[in-house]
């Protein structure tokens, strides 16, 4: 499957974005899904997941009650609203298609991978 990140740019802090995973080439449906995140200087981390429905949800501490991971399988979509958003947000976002069974914050349960998508957060 190929995904496509999108969505990111620069806004200020206590501000809202929303990223957008578009998947092609295979169904999407069969896959869970997954956000990370790369700072400068800093190991890509774990966002957010979720499964191939939508029903389960994960996040990682620092996210959640600010963010909220979604998806829409008739449009091949995975999203990431992201609200208040705050400087240490500041990262590349990658959004990854795998099986969460494996466990959902490893990147080793994550096949395919977006190309990633800037978020910058001002102060």
């Given at each position: 499957?190929?995904?496509?990140?999108?969505?990111?740019?620069?806004?200020?802090?206590?501000?809202?974005?929303?990223?957008?995973?578009?998947?092609?080439?295979?169904?999407?449906?069969?896959?869970?899904?997954?956000?990370?995140?790369?700072?400068?200087?800093?190991?890509?981390?774990?966002?957010?997941?979720?499964?191939?429905?939508?029903?389960?949800?994960?996040?990682?501490?620092?996210?959640?009650?600010?963010?909220?991971?979604?998806?829409d399988n008739a449009k091949n979509t995975?999203?990431?609203?992201?609200?208040?958003?705050?400087?240490?947000?500041?990262?590349?976002?990658?959004?990854?298609?795998?099986?969460?069974?494996?466990?959902?914050?490893?990147?080793?349960?994550?096949?395919?991978?977006?190309?990633?998508?800037?978020?910058?957060?001002?102060?």
């Open positions: 499957v190929q995904l496509q990140a999108s969505g990111g740019g620069l806004v200020q802090a206590g501000g809202s974005l929303r990223l957008s995973c578009a998947a092609s080439g295979r169904t999407f449906s069969a896959y869970d899904m997954g956000w990370f995140r790369q700072a400068p200087g800093k190991e890509r981390e774990f966002v957010a997941a979720a499964n191939w429905s939508g029903n389960g949800r994960y996040y990682t501490d620092s996210v959640k009650d600010r963010f909220t991971i979604s998806r995975l999203y990431l609203q992201m609200n208040n958003l705050r400087p240490e947000d500041t990262a590349v976002y990658y959004c990854a298609a795998g099986s969460i069974r494996l466990g959902y914050q490893s990147e080793a349960s994550y096949i395919y991978w977006g190309q990633g998508t800037l978020v910058t957060v001002s102060s």
